[in-house]
């Protein structure tokens, strides 16, 4: 390391220091000084700034509660970043398992298309869905609207309402296939 | 850094920057972990050892294996409270290093008899016992590593916890082989090599459900 970054690790680790025994100043000194490097960081990991953005929040979030456990013997960056990897890694892990929901949702519900189905017995299984499930069915299958959209508009994340969608077409298929 | 909702987020974190107890050092909580395991070893050999404790550790084999798992459950322990700083996480190569102390000590084993003459019930009778001691051994240990390792924040928890199993069973399985008088390799791997395991299983769950809040709730 560069005398200009050794001297910039021990401020920012004299700072972490101070934020331990609760210094504000130091902390908004320290989250300015190691945001854009941070951000900077977690850009590289992903394309899309949106959850690069996200990601910077989890760190910092993270970094927050974590905060006891730097050693002020040692330079901060090491703790830091990884971090923010771990953040990252999570991320990835959380858009995987979204990507995998996304498809479940994508798959035809292959009950409404049933030509002997009457359309009664649909409306009878949607009113015995609860209502939650039965509104993010209606969303998304009824009313067309794209699962960001839906989520928005019932006032929870895009993930959950993935989970109560699917939850409606395995319930509404049991239901069907009950009827029958 | 113009985005408004990181200035936000930066002034909430700010507001709540309360002073924070630092983390002892590894090596600190390390020593103070060692004192633990040092009274229930104490404890144990007040309690009393096995009869041919004397001729066995005339027998260099069996003194190897002691010390490879001594060691191995130490190194565990010392890789666990790592586990629970950010940056100092163990590497692959450390673990692997630690776990093949554990393995050494395990090819060490196929040198003793399989099974001998003794029936069925007697293995079970005999063995639950000594399950249920290994287990007794490895409780505080283990717990004091999990609560240690809650203190901290592993970024990996549930490997945080496995090493955490790990050192506790393996120490108790260390302990244990002063204790017990069979030395049988059915009854060793089946009810000393078991709880191990079981262990293991149990504080990978843990580490699911437990290590990994510290980055869950409200600020």
Not at chain 1, 119 to 126: G, N, P, S, V, Y
Request: proline share 5%; charged share 25%; with cysteine.
């Amino acid at each position: 390391m560069s005398a200009v970054s050794d001297e910039r690790s021990a401020r920012r680790g004299a700072w972490m220091q101070r934020v331990q025994n609760g210094d504000r100043d130091a902390y908004r000194a320290l989250l300015d000084d190691i945001g854009p490097v941070l951000l900077a960081f977690l850009r590289r990991k992903v394309a899309d700034p949106h959850d690069a953005d996200d990601m910077f929040q989890d760190t910092l979030i993270a970094l927050h509660r974590a905060r006891h456990t730097y050693d002020s013997s040692r330079p901060l960056e090491p703790w830091l970043f990884a971090i923010a990897r771990n953040v990252a890694a999570d991320h990835h892990r959380r858009r995987l398992a979204r990507l995998s929901w996304e498809v479940l949702v994508e798959v035809p519900c292959d009950v409404p298309a049933d030509a002997s189905l009457d359309e009664r017995d649909l409306d009878e299984a949607l009113r015995r869905l609860p209502p939650a499930q039965r509104e993010a069915f209606a969303m998304l299958k009824l009313e067309g609207l794209s699962v960001e959209a839906g989520a928005a508009r019932a006032g929870i994340t895009p993930g959950a309402l993935r989970v109560r969608a699917h939850r409606a077409y395995t319930r509404i298929k049991a239901l069907l296939q009950g009827d029958r | 850094m113009s985005s408004d909702r990181h200035r936000e987020l930066i002034e909430r974190l700010v507001e709540d920057a309360r002073p924070v107890a630092p983390l002892w050092s590894p090596a600190v909580r390390l020593a103070l972990w060692l004192g633990l395991a040092t009274v229930i070893f104490m404890l144990t050999v007040h309690a009393g050892l096995r009869r041919d404790l004397g001729a066995r550790l005339g027998d260099p084999l069996f003194c190897l294996e002691l010390v490879t798992l001594l060691t191995g459950a130490v190194a565990l322990a010392a890789l666990a409270f790592r586990a629970a700083v950010p940056g100092r996480e163990p590497g692959r190569r450390e673990v692997g290093v630690a776990a093949g102390l554990v393995a050494l000590a395990a090819v060490l084993w196929l040198r003793l008899p399989m099974r001998t003459e003794m029936p069925i019930s007697e293995f079970v009778h005999v063995g639950s016992g000594c399950m249920a001691r290994t287990v007794l051994l490895a409780a505080a240990p283990w717990a004091a590593l999990l609560v240690a390792l809650r203190r901290g924040a592993p970024l990996a928890p549930v490997t945080a916890a496995l090493l955490a199993a790990g050192a506790a069973f393996v120490m108790a399985f260390a302990v244990m082989r002063l204790v017990c008088n069979l030395d049988e390799l059915l009854h060793i791997l089946v009810w000393h090599a078991g709880p191990i395991l079981g262990g293991m299983a149990v504080s990978a769950l843990i580490g699911v459900a437990w290590l990994s809040r510290w980055r869950r709730g409200d600020l």
